[in-house]
């Protein structure tokens, strides 16, 4: 016989004999992904094809329309005119020939100069966010009016559970890192004042940059990584639920019923949490300060007063209420804009702690120059 | 004798077939709440069987036990010749490619387009050129009636008919051997429903897979149903052709098939003056 070749060795799905392609064997999609398979196949359909060979579908066990796509294909996406086949086999086939797929449309090339458009784009994302977030200002100063004008409207159960969830709920942990950072700081500080001899001053030190910049700044990162991410989700996920939709069919503004108990919660909570952080900053430096230079706990606590001055404590307060606004008022924003995908709550989550900690930062500079300026 | 009843559709025929499913004394309880005890099925090649209860009997968690998505207190679950508790995680994947599964909402990945999404069961393979997976996605959306113009749209960008469509070309993308339906009509309306049920039926005429469906609407379960398995008393009362459900005794397929709607819908199949003779 002339044409008597085997022509794939391997799986040997085909015989080529007298003329006539025997395909067999399992065409599903399970025995086509094994790897290499595929290409296999169609290395041997197409070779067999070439050779303008009658085809015999008898030996197929089981056949899918994936399997015969490629068998399809290397036909020419056209019956042979000679093929024999086996019961049900033809069905397959009728099936692919009836939902020819359409060819897809080749992606849009990108713009060479995308990069320009994407910078504007992204510099009118932040002036348009900017913008929006001093509406939500706006509309929450309105809102307190209201709620200071008829105090029994107000959503108070609501602030309460705020309040714990924000505030109680996160004392833990503020005051675990507050602890930690005051100890990191306090064995620095322990060395380099040591080599002056400058050891009581010490307490100064830890006094003012805990109670003025450090507490509020790491109460604050704390809070919006955790307060602040909870909040856009929550209002993200009522997006997605279409909660947000069901609260103005009935007539509640989302500024009453979900900014306003936030942004009041976060500003109670805020300066309480600020208070305590250094607290425990002030606790963790005082015993590193007792272990590394032997200074007393007495005298660390009676020389406190005199150090922090009562204008460090009250800036450090306004320092947590104003950071507490910001990050409610930025998470509340960022939550009401995530649109009804998983893609939008994720990266909308993730926007709202970055820029909240951004702007953090960013006010506490702000803070900076204006006290240098005036002097305190 | 619930047994013989249920094979009896293909044993009278003289075909024996191995079933495609077989659930044995199986139950399922949250709590105190017993919702199935010693719950059998059997689910035979080639078939289209509803599933149909009240609300709270436990239809979609049967579903999702069937597949393996919740375990069941006792009892044994075996579909395609293998039972699902004594599987390794190697056997559950490829298992898992021999069948698809619709969910009620679609359950479409927000992330990924329409494309992706009806490509995404192909890709994971790994093994399949790029080539073979975008012609066997664009076969599948045609299948399901879609255009390449809706190839790249987002599932946030669909209507409720054709996320049910993608969900099914998904469900369709490795061919499988068995289907399942939750609720495939729910939230469609009856246009877009009756189309819903010629496409399945066309499907099902041309790839000839299995079927195992939930549903509450009678329109879509007389259009489609080989056989109805009917859930009540925690248990399936009754697994046989719509004929012979309607001779059944009981409450349930009382206000289901033989209530206003239920006649209206029935028409020639509803028994003659309300008695439960011969339809």
């Known amino acids: 016989m002339p044409h008597s070749a085997l022509l794939a060795t391997a799986a040997a799905p085909f015989r080529h004999e007298g003329g006539v392609c025997h395909v067999g064997g399992d065409w599903s999609v399970l025995a086509l992904a094994e790897p290499g398979e595929v290409d296999r196949r169609r290395a041997a359909l197409a070779r067999a094809a070439q050779a303008g060979a009658r085809w015999d579908m008898h030996g197929i066990d089981r056949l899918d329309t994936i399997g015969a796509l490629i068998i399809w294909q290397a036909w020419g996406e056209k019956l042979p005119e000679r093929v024999r086949w086996g019961a049900g086999q033809q069905d397959v086939f009728n099936a692919l020939a009836m939902n020819k797929g359409e060819a897809l449309t080749a992606a849009p090339r990108p713009e060479s100069w995308a990069w320009v458009r994407a910078m504007g784009g992204g510099i009118l994302r932040a002036a348009e966010n900017g913008k929006a977030l001093l509406i939500m ?26 309040v714990y969830r924000t505030g109680a709920q996160a004392l833990g942990i503020t005051a675990l ?27 100064r030190l830890l006094g003012v940059s805990i109670v003025r910049e450090l507490g509020p700044v790491l109460a604050a990162i704390l809070v919006a990584g955790r307060s602040g991410s909870a909040i856009t989700a929550q209002i993200g996920v009522m997006r997605v639920t279409q909660e947000l939709d069901a609260m103005l069919v009935m007539g509640i503004s989302h500024g009453q019923r979900l900014i306003l108990p936030r942004v009041v919660a976060l500003a109670v909570t805020m300066p309480l949490l600020v208070l305590w952080t250094s607290a425990m900053a002030l606790l963790g430096g005082m015993l590193a300060a007792q272990a590394q230079l032997g200074v007393s706990a007495q005298w660390f606590l009676q020389s406190l007063p005199d150090a922090i001055t009562l204008t460090n404590y009250w800036i450090g307060m306004l320092k947590g209420v104003t950071f507490g606004i910001l990050i409610a008022l930025i998470a509340c924003h960022f939550g009401l804009r995530i649109q009804p995908n998983t893609e939008s709550l994720g990266r909308g989550t993730t926007t709202s702690v970055v820029t909240s900690i951004t702007g953090v930062i960013l006010l506490d500079a702000v803070y900076a120059v204006i006290f240098s300026t005036v002097g305190i | 004798m619930n047994n013989a009843t249920q094979n009896r559709l293909f044993t009278e025929e003289g075909v ?206 007389l259009a489609l149903a080989t056989r109805v398995a009917v859930l009540a008393e925690k248990r399936v009362i009754i697994c046989d052709t719509v004929p012979e459900v309607l001779k059944f005794d009981h409450p349930f397929i009382h206000t289901f098939f033989l209530g206003e709607r239920g006649l209206r819908a029935l028409g020639d199949l509803a028994p003659k003056g309300m008695q439960h003779g011969k339809p």
């Open chain 1, 177 to 203: 890192v507050g602890f930690l950072i005051g100890v990191v700081l306090s064995y620095l500080s322990a060395q380099q004042l040591q080599m002056f001899g400058a050891d009581r001053f010490i307490v």
């Open chain 2, 16 to 221: 024996t077939v191995e079933p495609v499913i077989t659930v044995r004394g199986l139950r399922t309880a949250f709590g105190d709440h017993v919702v199935h005890d010693n719950l059998d099925l059997t689910v035979f090649p080639g078939e289209i069987l509803v599933l149909v209860g009240g609300s709270g009997t436990g239809k979609t968690v049967l579903l999702r036990q069937i597949i393996g998505l919740d375990v069941p207190a006792a009892g044994t679950v075996k579909v395609l010749g293998h039972t699902l508790s004594e599987l390794t995680p190697g056997e559950r994947r490829r298992l898992s490619y021999r069948w698809g599964m619709l969910f009620q909402a679609g359950a479409l990945f927000s992330a990924l387009s329409v494309f992706d999404n009806v490509a995404l069961p192909l890709r994971e393979l790994r093994t399949v050129p790029e080539d073979l997976v975008r012609d066997v996605v664009m076969c599948r959306l045609a299948m399901v009636g879609l255009s390449s113009r809706d190839a790249d749209k987002r599932p946030s960008d669909l209507s409720g008919g054709m996320v049910k469509r993608v969900a099914l070309a998904r469900a369709l993308s490795l061919d499988p051997e068995l289907l399942f339906l939750d609720e495939p009509t729910a939230g469609l309306d009856p246009l877009r429903s009756d189309e819903f049920v010629d496409l399945v039926r066309s499907l099902h005429r041309q790839l000839g897979f299995t079927v195992v469906m939930v549903t509450h609407d009678l329109d879509t379960l």
């Open chain 1, 137 to 162: 200002l706006g509309q929450l100063v309105l809102d307190v009016g209201a709620m200071l004008r008829r105090p029994r409207l107000g959503p108070w159960r609501e602030i309460s559970a705020q």
